[in-house]
């Protein structure tokens, strides 16, 4: 939803006949939520999940769910930011997850189909010379020799 969506303060003037009523707003909008709250109460309802719902468990559910996108979202875009891309990848969700504790614990076991591996980082102990030959030991000995 965009933020026109939701003004009460309308331009338009209501019609003569229904001069008492309000302009209808969405339960969103009245929560002050992007999140549909709406659909998360059809979707509640249909599931099954218990016998009777209560009229906020919806908003609550759709609150949630709009705080927990925001953070992630966040997060990964910062990522995003420091690798100097543009794009949001599923690597970047994979690593906002991965180094926030509180959301590791909640989203842990799920595996991302498009998300590397996190890129483990070279350790000390790997040489400079990546990508040559190994000197023979003749080699190693006559520089020593030349540069004492």
Do not use: W
Request: aromatic residues 6%; positive net charge; charged residues 25%.
């Amino acid at each position: 939803m965009s933020d026109g969506q939701c003004d009460t303060e309308s331009s338009e003037e209501p019609e003569p006949s229904h001069q008492g009523r309000r302009p209808k707003t969405s339960r969103s909008c009245r929560a002050g939520l992007i999140f549909p709250v709406s659909r998360i109460e059809r979707f509640i309802r249909r599931g099954d999940f218990g016998e009777r719902v209560g009229a906020g468990a919806s908003v609550y559910m759709a609150a949630v769910l709009q705080y927990l996108t925001y953070d992630i979202l966040d997060i990964s875009g910062n990522i995003a930011d420091g690798d100097h891309k543009r794009r949001i990848a599923p690597r970047h969700i994979q690593q906002a997850i991965s180094n926030d504790s509180e959301l590791h614990s909640l989203f842990g076991g799920i595996a991302f189909p498009q998300g590397k591996a996190p890129a483990k980082k070279p350790s000390a102990t790997t040489s400079s010379r990546k990508g040559r030959g190994k000197k023979s030991g003749k080699a190693v000995r006559s520089q020593n020799v030349v540069a004492t």
